[in-house]
């Protein structure tokens, strides 16, 4: 349900996942049992794509998002079957703001970020657990911090449109 490539030794992280894109046995979840990971990020910022924020409000149970299940028929290896995943989504009314740009420049300014200029652009690269205690922190404190409004469950807008599909 996520986009992930690995390259080499690890090829665990992509296999036997488990049937959610951000709960137990996802990418992410493999990812945050693991010891030194690094997210590098060639020319864009830790605010514009870090879908690993994803699994930190999973991890933090925040109220605005829910697992939307998709359901069909799968063809593997010429065997057909049914099978249901959940994907991780905003109520279709709960509006991003730019909190992710903020929790970059607080990662940027405590020096858990590092930023190199590389020709007309960065290079940026922060460790999963500094991100990870940052992130967890900053809703800890508030959990509406990266959208617009305050998040009203009685409100909430489970209708999902496809035009919308944006990350953050």
Not at 58 to 63: C, I, L, N, T, Y
Not at 149 to 156: D, L, T, V
């Amino acid at each position: 349900m996520m986009s992930v490539a690995v390259v080499g030794d690890d090829l665990d992280l992509v296999e036997n996942l488990g049937h959610e894109s951000t709960g137990t046995n996802s990418t992410f979840d493999k990812l945050s049992r693991r010891k030194d990971v690094k997210f590098l990020f060639l020319g864009v910022g830790v605010g514009d794509c870090f879908t690993y924020m994803h699994y930190l409000e999973w991890v933090a149970g925040v109220p605005y998002r829910y697992n939307r299940e998709f359901s069909g028929k799968i063809t593997h290896m010429g065997n057909t079957y049914n099978d249901a995943y959940k994907l991780f989504v905003r109520y279709n009314n709960v509006i991003p703001n730019t909190g992710s740009y903020i929790f970059e420049k607080l990662l940027e300014d405590s020096g858990k970020l590092h930023v190199a200029r590389f020709g007309d652009s960065t290079i940026r690269c922060v460790g999963e657990q500094e991100a990870h205690e940052v992130y967890l922190d900053i809703l800890h404190r508030d959990p509406n911090y990266f959208i617009t409004n305050p998040f009203i469950p009685e409100q909430a807008d489970n209708n999902f449109v496809t035009r919308r599909m944006v990350a953050l």
